[in-house]
């Protein structure tokens, strides 16, 4: 079994920073790409940052300049370090990682349970 468990959400006044942190367990061969989306009420879910097992970054134009997104490769865990917060950014965020629980399986998209963002004064 597979677990992506995220950590770091809660309540932050706009303009305040909350660093989001998403380990996966269990039974890994191999991680490619890791990542966060979001989904507010009424939304669909959407990508905010994506990074790659070689470090390549990809953000949504409403992060970029706000938002880093890392990874540990040896702690299989990525992180989200989010700064000047808006109360727009208020959602569910889920951890992504697309990955072979072994070497006979193909690559598959793993999420985590989600945690909640509120940006609010």
């Known amino acids: 079994q597979v677990q992506l468990v995220e950590s770091g959400g809660g309540l932050v006044q706009p303009g305040g920073s909350l660093r989001l942190s998403c380990a996966a367990s269990?039974?890994?061969?191999?991680?490619?790409?890791m990542g966060w989306f979001r989904q507010a009420p009424g939304n669909q879910r959407e990508l905010v940052a994506t990074i790659t097992s070689g470090g390549r970054t990809n953000y949504a134009d409403s992060v970029k300049g706000r938002f880093a997104i890392s990874r540990d490769n040896a702690k299989n865990t990525v992180y989200l370090q989010m700064n000047s917060l808006k109360a727009e950014d208020t959602a569910v965020f889920y951890c992504n990682a697309a990955l072979r629980p072994d070497g006979r399986t193909w690559w598959r998209d793993y999420w985590g349970q989600g945690t909640q963002v509120t940006v609010s004064s």
């Open positions: 269990g039974r890994i061969f191999e991680i490619n790409a």
